[in-house]
């Protein structure tokens, strides 16, 4: 009980630093290093809507802030972190409301161009007036030009088709887009999200089922590569910057103690 007490609580901590690092909220102490605020904490579960179907309880993911550490970071360091996030499709309620503000023309033009926040902003105004097709298609707009957020979207729909169906290809398919994710560089993805999906759905993939897993994971990123290709786009960059590693590699340690 102790153990899978101490795993809660590390992904209640991660889920607040992954959303909190990049909320604007947090103050800078007197040595410029990062505070991750009790105020900006309390912002942590607005973006937790999907959680429940990559395994992660909305119990954890609401738990209190005052059972959160907090932690130091350097101003220069969540810069970094904020960079590859947004090269990632990973972005701040605040920018995705400014975005959110703009003509359906404009967004259109940018996202031609491929604006991550306009391509994502116009995927949710089409998912949320019911054209699902076009909404995917701006979604896998936006894997192309390197949003693991968009992966993950995907891994979300599989995943809430598992919640519901309780097929095993759904489960597969989840996992296959979180693998995905994860090799293009999601940290969080790689150490947390798969393994959460597991143990929550008390799913644990056979042999044969994750030789399925890592095929269409194969699958996924070689389409996607070769779009990129012929936009004349550079090779994706899957290696996240290593103050994030450093961060996520000590969380990961400390939920195998």
Request: aromatic share 8%; hydrophobic share 35%; net charge negative.
């Amino acid at each position: 009980m102790k153990k899978y007490t101490v795993i809660i609580l590390l992904l209640i901590f991660i889920l607040g630093y992954f959303f909190l690092g990049r909320s604007g909220n947090n103050a800078v102490d007197d040595n410029d290093n990062v505070v991750i605020t009790d105020s900006a904490q309390k912002d942590s579960t607005k973006q937790n809507t999907h959680a429940q179907y990559i395994g992660i309880s909305n119990a954890a993911a609401t738990k209190s802030v005052n059972d959160v550490p907090q932690r130091l970071i350097t101003e220069n360091e969540l810069l970094n972190i904020k960079e590859w996030d947004r090269s990632n499709g990973k972005f701040s309620d605040s920018e995705l409301n400014e975005y959110g503000q703009l003509s359906p023309n404009t967004l259109e033009e940018l996202a031609k161009k491929g604006d991550l926040k306009a391509i994502q902003t116009l995927a949710d105004h089409e998912a949320i007036l019911g054209n699902t097709e076009r909404s995917l298609e701006l979604w896998n707009w936006a894997a192309v030009h390197g949003s693991t957020e968009a992966l993950m979207r995907f891994a979300y729909r599989h995943g809430g088709d598992y919640v519901s169906s309780k097929r095993s290809e759904d489960a597969l398919d989840a996992l296959a887009y979180m693998n995905a994710a994860a090799t293009r560089g999601d940290l969080f993805t790689k150490h947390v999200h798969i393994d959460s999906f597991y143990r929550t759905n008390n799913f644990y993939p056979t042999a044969e089922q994750q030789a399925y897993i890592d095929s269409r994971s194969n699958e996924i990123l070689k389409d996607l590569e070769d779009k990129r290709r012929n936009l004349g786009l550079p090779e994706f960059d899957n290696n996240p910057p290593p103050e994030l590693k450093k961060i996520v590699d000590n969380l990961s340690k400390s939920r195998q103690q």
